[in-house]
């Protein structure tokens, strides 16, 4: 089974504070994905990256940055966290497009990050 | 840019009764999934659809791409608390490395 794991379920900062959030998958996946997830606005996604140290701006990339340094991770950084990134952060990994179709992503449990 | 619109965003229900969650794109999409999210926990893959006028069926599930592909539907036929979450849609952009998601539909079922 497809594994991706996140470092931590819940997470406090205080405002300003500096925050990873860690991704690892064991499926060798190409793609990786991080998400915010808030009530009624669905999946938005911050930052994609589809190899080692590429990385893609999303929908929604402002205040936050990414690294992806080694195949099976991908960290999301919070350079100086804020109230209004308090939400539910999910990571996913997927296969790389074969044969011009799609691969299903496979999403981590998610951290829930309350900034104070 | 392009954009996938799920209705409704909720959905009451008795036990036993039907539901339904409807997806529209703004563009033609080459295939386009579906995802349950439980309560507390997270996005899950269903189902994939690729071509044109696809019916899929998983037991009570059943799954329609619409001929032009720019609609999609998952009807559950006969609801049960196992079924309660909320349902997305999502549609790969046209540079293929990222999906557009709708918003989803979570399915309460009434007491």
């Known amino acids: 089974d497809v594994k991706v794991t996140q470092s931590s379920r819940y997470l406090v900062k205080r405002t300003g504070e500096k925050v990873f959030l860690e991704c690892v998958q064991d499926?060798?996946?190409?793609?990786m994905f991080w998400y915010r997830q808030d009530p009624g606005l669905g999946l938005r996604l911050i930052y994609f990256?589809?190899?080692?140290?590429?990385?893609e701006k999303g929908d929604i990339p402002e205040g936050y940055s990414v690294s992806r340094e080694k195949k099976e991770r991908f960290s999301l950084i919070l350079e100086s966290a804020s109230t209004n990134q308090t939400s539910m952060y999910l990571c996913?990994?997927?296969?790389?497009?074969?044969?011009?179709?799609?691969?299903?992503?496979?999403f981590g449990p998610g951290t829930r990050l309350t900034v104070l | 840019g392009q954009q996938v619109m799920q209705i409704p965003q909720y959905q009451h229900v008795q036990e036993g009764e039907d539901f339904t969650t409807y997806c529209n794109s703004s563009?033609?999409?080459?295939?386009i999934q579906w995802y349950k999210q439980r309560p507390g926990g997270h996005p899950v893959f269903l189902i994939q659809l690729v071509k044109s006028g696809e019916v899929k069926k998983q037991k009570r599930l059943t799954f329609q791409f619409g001929e032009a592909k720019k609609n999609s539907s998952l009807h559950i036929t006969a609801t049960q608390t196992t079924d309660v979450g909320t349902y997305f849609c999502a549609g790969p952009m046209d540079s293929n490395y990222q999906l557009i998601w709708g918003a989803g539909t979570k399915l309460i079922i009434k007491p």
């Open positions: 499926m060798d996946h190409e793609n």
């Open positions: 996913a990994s997927s296969q790389g497009i074969a044969g011009g179709l799609y691969n299903e992503q496979f």
């Open positions: 563009t033609t999409l080459s295939n």
């Open positions: 990256s589809y190899d080692v140290k590429m990385k």
